[in-house]
């Protein structure tokens, strides 16, 4: 059987959502953190020097809408391309704050920020956090997105997160993902469902702005949701390509 086959036989997936509303206290500053998160920034930018190249992406462009804070994360049952399991939300239950993410193979939004996203992810996840990544393009028109290359990718950015297929394409509907990147912070209290406490950008950077990688705004969301604190800023809408539906 191939892995398309074992994955969508193993896949379905069920969603619930609904809405609640998140509080507390004013964050304080990230020196809470014994270390802080340090992004991967090439020796040019961190100069303020300019990158030798400057990349033009000309793929459409969708900005992450539709969810509030206090929305309720959908229950998921989906496939890990590379081990074969099917992870669930109930998995994820035993941990103070999850990371849900929208990504694919292709974009170049998410091609530009997968090294940090892997790094990044890695800190927090040593903190107490869970994350999880889902592919829901169509392979109908990006086969490059298919389980097979997913599981390639996972190995090749040694993501430390399951990197799950979504071949219905009902989770990201659930979650009303729209692009990709897309990133969902969910933090829950004692035996709350997870609650969404920050959808927005990993950072200012874009594939042709020449702003350097950093994962200000995902990490300070991170922290603050970690500490049980409120955002001390405004949330800006993560940039990328639209989700490949099916036709």
């Known amino acids: ?79 890990e391309p590379l081990t074969g399991k099917i992870w669930t939300l109930d998995d994820f239950e035993g941990s103070p704050a999850l990371l849900v993410m929208f990504i694919c193979n292709h974009c170049p939004f998410v091609k530009h920020l997968k090294k940090d996203i892997a790094k990044l992810t890695s800190f927090y996840m040593e903190k107490g956090l869970a994350s999880v990544a889902i592919s829901s393009n169509s392979i109908v028109t990006h086969p490059q997105d298919g389980p097979e290359y997913m599981a390639e990718e996972a190995k090749l ?30 933090k829950k209290d004692g035996r709350r469902p997870f609650e969404l406490f920050y959808h927005g950008q990993f950072d200012d950077s874009r594939p042709s702005n020449n702003v350097p990688v950093t994962g200000r705004d995902l990490s300070r969301a991170i922290d603050c949701a970690l500490s049980g604190q409120e955002l001390p800023f405004d949330q800006k809408p993560s940039v990328g390509c639209s989700i490949k539906w099916h036709k």
């Not at 074992?6 to 809470?32: D, F, K, Y």
């Not at 033009?56 to 969708?62: K, S």
């Not at 950015?157 to 969910?186: H, I, M, N, W």
Request: proline letters at 9%.
């Open 1 to 79: 059987m191939s892995l398309v086959a074992a994955c969508a036989a193993g896949a379905r997936a069920s969603l619930l959502s609904s809405s609640a509303i998140s509080s507390s206290r004013p964050c304080p500053a990230l020196a809470r953190h014994s270390r802080a998160y340090r992004p991967l920034v090439s020796p040019a930018a961190s100069r303020g020097g300019r990158p030798s190249t400057r990349l033009r992406v000309r793929a459409a462009r969708l900005e992450s809408t539709g969810v509030s804070v206090g929305f309720r994360a959908p229950q998921f049952e989906l496939p």
């Open 157 to 186: 950015f040694k993501y430390p997160f399951p990197y799950l297929y979504d071949e219905s394409q009902e989770v990201a509907k659930g979650f009303r993902a729209v692009c990709t990147p897309e990133f969902y912070l969910f």
